[in-house]
Nanobody, 131 residues
Framework: VQLQASGGGPVQAGGSLRLSCAAS????????VGWFRQTPGKEREFVSA????????YYADSVKGRFTISRDNAKNTVSLQMNSLRPEDTAVYYC?????????????????????????WGQGTQVTVSS
């Protein structure tokens, strides 16, 4: 599956952005999807994830209550609504996916949090929050 992230840009603190991750190549409904972010000189950081059914979502503590992840499998997209943005949210945001449908054992929460769990990555979209 090929992923393409979009929707980033400049925004003032307190503002909102909506990122989208569009998939092509295979039905997106078979994949769990996560969002990660990275700033220069820092390690990639987990932001949020959603199961392939959309029934469960996960968030980093730093974004809980401000970000909302959702998916529309009919449109092969996953979105990340980001509200109350802060300068520390500035980063390149990546969407990523791994095959999840049909797996006999449910994935642990920590599995979704780890970038190593994801096999497919988009190219990233820059989010810049100014104070």
């Amino acid at each position: 599956v090929q992923l393409q992230a979009s929707g980033g840009g400049p925004v003032q603190a307190g503002g909102s952005l909506r990122l989208s991750c569009a998939a092509s190549g295979r039905p997106f409904s078979n994949y769990a999807v996560g969002w990660f972010r990275q700033t220069p000189g820092k390690e990639r950081e987990f932001v949020s994830a959603i199961t392939y059914t959309g029934g469960s979502t996960y968030y980093a503590d730093s974004v809980k209550g401000r970000f909302t992840i959702s998916r529309d499998n009919a449109k092969n997209t996953v979105s990340l609504q980001m509200n109350s943005l802060r300068p520390e949210d500035t980063a390149v945001y990546y969407c990523a996916a791994f095959w999840a449908k049909g797996v006999s054992s449910p994935f642990s929460e920590s599995y979704y949090f780890s970038g190593r769990s994801y096999d497919y990555w988009g190219q990233g979209t820059q989010v810049t929050v100014s104070s």
